[in-house]
């Protein structure tokens, strides 16, 4: 049986630091805010936010909320975007995407200032990771596979890490931190041939593909430990689940991340996490 690596212990772990300097902060007068910068009222936003929120109010950070209708036209988003940058006292945005169809989703996310944007969603961030420097944050999903890692004290350094995705949010950004840690990395994908034969050498698998239950034994192997990014709607079973087959690999690898469970509870954690940084680089 594999061990099983459960996020709300690296979370609780997170959670238990960001306290601390969330009040150490406050003691030298500065208040850590999250701006949650959302348009309309879409079910998986609305979800997200309540989880960042009651993260943010256990941690001790603040939260302003900055909610325009899903009719809004470019001009004001633009216009209330901005301010938002501009106003010193908020430290993060968190800019809830897809937006509407009218607005201009590309131009949203170059706009965000770096320096709050704590979801790694723009260019300069996205090169901070690749570059390995303190330009914006990395991605949260990305940091909180990391952070598991990290946790659990699983090597990185000599290891094979294989990554099946190579999107911006996770499978590219994930990638290339493992290889800041000295793992060799092969990022898979859609047009790569017999994946499986790839993956069943990794020590570490990410599994990022976002295709339910795609990832079965026969991509794995008994010492390897597995992140499942994953989240989909599984009909069968009527709730959330991974790109893992979990009931077929976790018997046969040596770790595993459950879905739900996972990497998703972690992620919260370094949202907020990112937050008391951005603050912590703003005093300086």
């Not at 500065?30 to 009222?41: A, M, N, Q, S």
């Not at 302003?64 to 216009?79: G, M, R, T």
């Not at 996770?170 to 041939?193: D, Q, S, Y």
């Not at 989909?232 to 690999?249: H, M, Q, T, Y």
Request: hydrophobic share 40%; glycine share 8%.
């Amino acid at each position: 049986m594999a061990r099983i690596l459960k996020g709300k212990e690296v979370a609780d772990a997170l959670t238990a630091k960001m306290q601390q300097d969330a009040q150490a902060l406050k003691e030298a007068g500065i208040t850590p805010t999250l701006c949650i910068f959302r348009v309309g009222e879409r079910p998986d936003d609305l979800a997200y936010e309540r989880g960042a929120a009651k993260r943010a109010e256990t941690v001790g950070i603040a939260v302003k909320k900055v909610i325009l209708p899903a009719d809004v036209s470019q001009e004001v988003f633009d216009q209330t975007l901005q301010s938002v940058n501009e106003d010193d006292t908020i430290h993060g945005i968190l800019l809830f995407r897809p937006l509407p169809g009218h607005l201009d989703n590309e131009k949203a996310r170059q706009m965000l200032n770096p320096a709050k944007d704590i979801d790694g969603c723009t260019d300069l961030s996205l090169a901070g990771v690749f570059t390995n420097t303190k330009t914006g944050f990395p991605p949260c999903t990305a940091q909180a596979a990391m952070e598991i890692l990290h946790h659990f004290n699983i090597p990185i350094k000599g290891r094979k890490a294989a990554v099946i995705g190579r999107s911006l949010v996770i499978g590219r950004p994930v990638g290339m931190m493992l290889m800041h840690e000295n793992a060799t990395v092969v990022n898979c994908h859609t047009r790569t041939v017999d994946v499986p034969s790839i993956t069943r050498q990794a020590d570490i698998l990410i599994a990022a593909s976002g295709q339910l239950h795609s990832v079965t034994k026969d991509y794995t192997n008994p010492q390897q430990v597995v992140i499942d990014v994953g989240i989909n709607w599984d009909e069968e079973k009527g709730g959330i689940s991974g790109d893992v087959a979990f009931e077929e690999v976790e018997p046969f690898v040596q770790a595993i991340t459950p879905v739900p469970g996972g990497v998703g509870s972690v992620t919260s954690c370094v949202l907020i996490g990112h937050v008391i940084e951005a603050a912590k680089r703003a005093a300086k």
